[in-house]
């Protein structure tokens, strides 16, 4: 958890959860832009499933948090026809799982609008994403390679807090779509100084959340913080990439990575298959394959459901110390 | 929908109340756009025979007063969704048939520059927002641009299209049911042309979508979808009530698709009679002939006017033929967008805008 936490610490800072710094980059762009408006269930008097809103309809009025009618189509649909005409929408599905109700709208006309007639399209989708808490199979997906597969969409997904704020204000101010993937298990389990007021974390730069010579993992979300605890733990030369953003994704900062230590261990909780970890071990292979000292490895959820039971979740979602075996064995090859 | 006694003292009502607000350029307008949206849609199913046109061809043929006569209410700072049947509202807002015959062909002038085909597309200069194929999509879209309208207050429209079609669709229902709830400025032009492809009208509802309309807490009036001052009078009442906060407007005009679904859809499907019932209520032919008895037009210049469009659009066929391909360069770019560029307005030809000025409710 310190090496997450223990990042430099800006004048003007204070530690907050990832969930309040969501929180904060909300209120802050909200402050700061009237067009800016939240869109989603149950985010108003309720202040949201998970609180991210709360206490918004009182400083913003009801009208700039609107209580959506339990119809994702019609949350991302709106907010589209809202953003071309001039507004920021931000939407809250609820759980990222709920995204394939309003999949048709944000494959098909956020993402395509701009390529097919120039017309920008900034909406930002906020999804409540990840397991480990017993949700079952609709309550916990990683739906992230879902949206890698429609070109128009920009995907971030952060590890801190601190990327949290600056990325989804960054998201915010976007001109293009933006899927925000929040991991609910880092909503409150993970916390970090946060710079106060405006802070912009840029889509598209990864970043050395570790420096290390032997070995690379690259992450992002809550793998990041697997893989930081693993080489804490493990206390060997790890150098741990957070990638933060999906696409577009930091080629260079990967390759740069790998160039330097040989061995690249690519994770995340999604599923294997077709998945970001199996795109980044293309991009190694094609790139970097010169430089490398072992295959590249992966560590992610096998291609399955998100069951419900603990014993069966457990199983299924990457551990502490299936990344340190995953590490091990890499180390050793 | 037959045409009894009955509807017809009620088109001649509304044709009087339509009156007050209609000129006699208005009028000349209203043939001018349904004429051009027919020679532009023969001559591009013309460029589709000769292999000029990749994939397939889609028109409105029989439809025409539906678009123009809707389209021709709003003012410029109005925005619309408009669909495949409907070029004359395209037409109406500024795209020249150049342009769209362009597009047909996948050329570098059409609208999408060769990034979307056929009728997909919208010219963000023009204030419109183009189509998916996914075709109630865009009933959301146009409910979200009516609800920036409502939440900064300003008196627009947000006009959209679909057929009866699109009613069968959950999307359709998010649409209405949103729109409903927030009293949003919009106005939804549902065309029943009586096929969803080839699926006629008694496999898609049990109960005419319409009378849906006061489930979702707002009118729904029926019009002759092939009387154009018909449709001009129920859109410019529903764009009254969207610009005076009193919200959304379903208005259901009955036509006829009188192509196939596309150029290779034979509608064997169609009763024949079917056809020719409705070719006697050819919505061109009848308002050219009422131009004359009505309204004071001579027969010559209802002509003229015909031969001057036909003309005009075979003109912009010629341009639109020298318009080069796309560079396949082109393929990969313009995925994001840099800078957010907001849409522009459409034109407004109504004369109301010019006689009371741009933002004012007619």
């Known amino acids: ?333 | 929908m037959e045409t009894s006694d009955a509807s017809a003292v009620a088109d001649r009502r509304i044709r009087d109340v339509a009156g007050v607000h209609l000129t006699r350029e208005d009028r000349a307008d209203l043939l001018r756009y349904m004429v051009m949206m027919r020679a532009s849609e023969e001559r591009a199913l013309t460029l589709y025979k000769q292999g000029k046109v990749p994939g397939s061809f889609y028109d409105g043929r029989g439809q025409e007063a539906i678009s123009v006569g809707a389209a021709y209410v709003l003012a410029p700072e109005d925005r619309t969704c408009i669909l495949h049947r409907d070029l004359g509202a395209h037409l109406v807002r500024g795209v020249t048939p150049g342009r769209y015959l362009a597009n047909y062909m996948g050329r570098a002038g059409g609208v999408t520059g060769g990034k979307d085909g056929n009728m997909h597309f919208g010219d963000r200069r023009l204030g419109s927002v183009g189509m998916v194929s996914m075709l109630p999509d865009m009933a959301l879209v146009a409910a979200g641009m009516a609800l920036s309208f409502k939440l900064r207050g300003e008196p627009r429209v947000a006009m959209t299209f679909f057929g009866e079609g699109s009613t069968a669709n959950g999307v359709w229902h998010e649409a209405m049911n949103f729109a409903g709830i927030h009293r949003l400025p919009a106005v939804f032009v549902l065309e029943n042309n009586r096929f969803a492809y080839s699926t006629p009208n008694e496999l898609e509802f049990a109960v005419d979508p319409v009378e849906r309309a006061r489930t979702y807490g707002f009118p729904g009036v029926a019009v002759d979808g092939n009387d154009v001052e018909a449709v001009f009078e129920a859109a410019r009442e529903a764009a009254s009530r969207a610009r005076g906060g009193e919200g959304p407007t379903l208005i259901e005009c009955q036509t006829m698709r009188m192509h196939g679904h596309g150029a290779h859809d034979d509608m064997r499907y169609v009763p024949k009679e079917m056809f020719a019932r409705w070719e006697a209520r050819d919505p061109i032919d009848r308002y050219a002939e009422r131009l004359v008895t009505d309204y004071g037009f001579e027969p010559e210049e209802v002509d003229e006017l015909r031969r001057d469009v036909r003309a005009y659009v075979e003109e912009c066929a010629a341009r639109a033929l020298e318009s080069p391909m796309p560079e396949p360069e082109q393929a990969t770019e313009g995925v994001f967008a840099a800078a957010f560029e907001p849409l522009g307005d459409g034109r407004a030809p109504w004369s109301h805008w010019r006689r009371n000025g741009e933002g004012s409710a007619p």
């Open chain 1, 1 to 333: 958890m310190n090496a997450i936490t223990a990042t430099r610490t800006p004048a003007q800072a204070g530690e907050m959860t990832y969930l309040a710094a969501i929180s904060d980059a909300l209120r802050e762009e909200m402050r700061r832009d009237p067009t800016v408006f939240c869109l989603g269930e149950d985010i108003g008097a309720f202040g949201g499933a998970f609180k991210v809103t709360d206490g918004f309809v009182q400083e913003f009025g009801a009208e700039r948090c609107i209580d959506a009618p339990l119809a994702e189509g019609a949350i991302i649909g709106t907010a589209i026809g809202a953003a071309v005409a001039g507004l920021k929408p931000v939407c809250e599905m609820q759980f990222a799982d709920f995204i394939s109700c309003g999949f048709d709208q944000l494959v098909n006309v956020a993402a395509k609008l701009h390529y097919r007639q120039g017309i920008a399209v900034p909406i930002v989708v906020r999804l409540p994403s990840g397991g480990g808490f017993s949700g079952g199979p609709f309550h916990s997906q990683n739906p992230e390679a879902w949206f890698l597969q429609a070109p128009g969409l920009k995907v971030v997904a952060p590890a801190t807090a601190s990327d949290a704020k600056g990325l989804l204000i960054s998201a915010i101010r976007d001109p293009n779509p933006v899927c925000y993937l929040e991991h609910k298990g880092l909503y409150r389990h993970v916390k970090g100084d946060v710079p106060s007021g405006e802070h912009l974390v840029p889509i598209g730069e990864a970043r050395i959340a570790r420096e290390g010579e032997e070995l690379t993992v690259i992450a992002y979300g809550s793998s990041v913080r697997l893989a930081l605890l693993a080489a804490e733990e493990l206390d060997e030369q790890i150098e741990v990439v957070d990638l933060r953003t999906l696409c577009p994704l930091d080629r260079e900062a990967v390759l740069a990575s790998v160039r330097k230590t040989g061995k690249a261990l690519v994770a995340h909780e999604a599923t294997r298959s077709c998945g970001v970890g199996a795109e980044l071990a293309a991009l190694i292979a094609d790139e970097a394959f010169e430089d490398l000292d072992a295959p590249v490895r992966r560590l992610t959820a096998p291609d399955v459901p998100i069951p419900f039971s603990p014993p069966l979740e457990h199983a299924v979602l990457p551990q502490l110390e299936d990344m340190k075996e995953a590490i091990r064995e890499l180390l050793a090859y």
